[in-house]
């Protein structure tokens, strides 16, 4: 398949700062054109103005609710199934582009079934496309597609994503602080998992973490809960 351009799946350029909802609003009343018809282009603007927004489900019903051919729409949706963790179909797009050097390198690698699907694929064009994307949605993919990185071995593309999401002043540094810990408690292959600093700081990590009553509480406490017989462990050595 040809690799689609930058432009087609741009994400960073479609909000204008708005608050969006007031986005999203203005762009549904300009939908309906001349006859009372949607114009596909406009339902277009508005999956990628959801998908800008991390709103994949939202972005996949836009692009599924009209009886008109939307340009991309495959793409669009399956990039919202990746944003919402769903599985892509066998049959979607994104499983025949994961050589492009464009955007969708990042949604065809994180669109893939299991890390060895994608073992051997040049992370620098994933890493790139992840770095352009409006916060929102790194703040959606981060955890995800910095554990995929780790799991095929390419840890300093892993840290790239991380540093790219901590340089954002406005990113939650609970997020960052969660991935720190999962890096530290990631075994690389080859380099097997043991009682170290980085591992008592990513503890720490995690409790500071798990100290709310959101998402990223949950997925701090499952993390914990998963490494500690890990420590346990390590502790009763010698």
């Keep these: 398949n040809a690799c689609p351009?930058?432009?087609?799946?741009?994400?960073?350029?479609?909000?204008?700062?708005?608050?969006?909802?007031?986005?999203?609003?203005?762009?549904?009343?300009a939908l309906v054109g001349e006859f009372d018809r949607a114009?596909?282009?406009?339902?277009?603007?508005?999956?990628?103005?959801?998908?800008?927004?991390?709103?994949?489900?939202?972005?996949?019903?836009?692009?599924?609710s009209f009886p008109v051919e939307v340009p991309d729409a495959r793409l669009l949706a399956d990039m919202g199934r990746v944003m919402e963790d769903e599985p892509v179909p066998a049959s979607s797009p994104l499983n025949g582009l994961r050589d492009c050097e464009t955007a969708v390198a990042l949604w065809a690698f994180l669109a893939a079934p299991d890390s060895?699907?994608?073992?051997?694929?040049?992370?620098?064009?994933?890493?790139?496309?992840?770095?352009?994307l409006p916060l929102p949605v790194r703040s959606l993919l981060a955890r995800r597609l910095a554990l995929r990185l780790t799991d095929v071995g390419a840890?300093?593309?892993?840290?790239?994503?991380?540093?790219?999401?901590?340089?954002?002043?406005?990113?939650?540094?609970?997020?960052?602080?969660?991935?720190?810990?999962?890096r530290a408690l990631t075994a690389v292959p080859g380099q097997p998992a043991s009682a170290s600093s980085a591992q008592e700081a990513a503890r720490v990590d995690?409790?500071?973490?798990?100290?709310?009553?959101?998402?990223?509480?949950?997925?701090?406490?499952?993390?914990f809960a998963s490494s500690a017989s890990r420590w346990a462990t390590a502790i009763s050595r010698p």
């Design 206 to 223: 995690l409790e500071a973490v798990a100290q709310g009553s959101d998402p990223l509480a949950d997925a701090a406490i499952l993390r």
């Design 5 to 29: 351009t930058d432009d087609r799946l741009a994400l960073s350029t479609c909000s204008d700062g708005r608050p969006p909802a007031d986005q999203i609003a203005n762009a549904r009343a």
């Design 116 to 132: 060895a699907s994608v073992k051997f694929v040049d992370t620098s064009a994933v890493v790139r496309a992840f770095s352009a």
């Design 39 to 64: 114009e596909p282009e406009g339902i277009g603007r508005i999956a990628r103005l959801y998908l800008a927004f991390g709103m994949g489900a939202e972005a996949r019903q836009m692009v599924q």
């Design 155 to 182: 840890t300093e593309a892993a840290r790239a994503v991380r540093n790219a999401l901590a340089r954002d002043q406005t990113a939650d540094p609970r997020l960052v602080s969660l991935m720190d810990a999962e």
